[in-house]
């Protein structure tokens, strides 16, 4: 597994040179042709001074409640061939760092879009939220450390609509994590690691308005992200609920 507080600018440019994990793939083919031919024409000029690119890790996960199946631009480039629906994340990739716009359409319309500034080196995760089509991006940077041995790593993420201020504990009654405003993020947290966890969210106002996962076992060595999804007083698929992601 990837240590990734040893990645510097060049590691991440070579294990991230294309997009992992995903299958039809095509963000940044063009950009990366028109860097290579610059590499070229500078090479012409300055042989051996050639500089490596600037890359950041970038994930996107679809919080948005009852949206359909969208299509995910960076800049004017269809990352995958696949739609994104709720509740599905796109894993780590690589992007260019710099200004990115990230837009969201359905069909030929947008939905959302904004621009973010990708620090090189440093791993974001982009969600789309709010109950469709009443959407927002939130941009969090994700501060991996390697845990420590037999530790994993936690954080918790509210993108629960209309649920309030929320906790994450257990359904022994203990708390975890405690008043997370609707779009707001904790720090990863250290939890035993290779440990099954049943999970639970509580109203900070009225702990005894829960929601529950079955167990998860999270691995040692590993870092999570449990996040708040679907809208309070839904049913179904769009109903409020948790969601686990490994981030690696």
């Not at 890359?55 to 359909?68: E, F, M, Q, R, W």
Request: charged share 20%.
């Amino acid at each position: 597994m990837v240590d990734y507080t040893r990645f510097n600018s060049k590691q991440l440019a070579s294990r991230l040179l294309f997009i992992t994990n995903r299958k039809n793939m095509h963000y940044l083919r063009k950009t990366t042709l028109l860097a290579i031919l610059a590499v070229i024409a500078f090479a012409s000029c300055k042989k051996d001074e050639l500089e490596t690119p600037q890359i950041s890790a970038l994930s996107i996960v679809n919080a948005s409640a009852g949206s359909p199946g969208v299509n995910v631009y960076i800049d004017q480039t269809r990352l995958s061939d696949d739609l994104f629906t709720f509740g599905k994340n796109i894993e780590y990739f690589n992007a260019y760092s710099g200004e990115r716009e990230i837009s969201f359409y359905q069909g030929s319309n947008k939905n959302a879009s904004g621009k973010f500034n990708l620090k090189d080196g440093k791993f974001y995760s982009l969600f789309l939220t709010g109950k469709w089509p009443q959407t927002e991006l939130v941009l969090l940077k994700d501060s991996l450390i390697k845990p420590a041995t037999g530790k994993a790593h936690i954080r918790f993420v509210n993108m629960g609509t209309d649920a309030g201020v929320l906790n994450l504990g257990l359904t022994n009654g203990s708390t975890l994590i405690s008043q997370k405003a609707y779009k707001s993020s904790s720090d990863f947290t250290p939890v035993n690691g290779n440990t099954g966890y049943s999970f639970v969210i509580r109203n900070n106002a009225a702990p005894t308005d829960t929601v529950s996962i079955p167990q998860v076992t999270l691995e040692a060595g590993h870092s999570y992200t449990i996040w708040a999804k679907g809208v309070k007083g839904e049913l179904g698929n769009d109903a409020l609920g948790l969601s686990v992601i490994k981030n690696y």
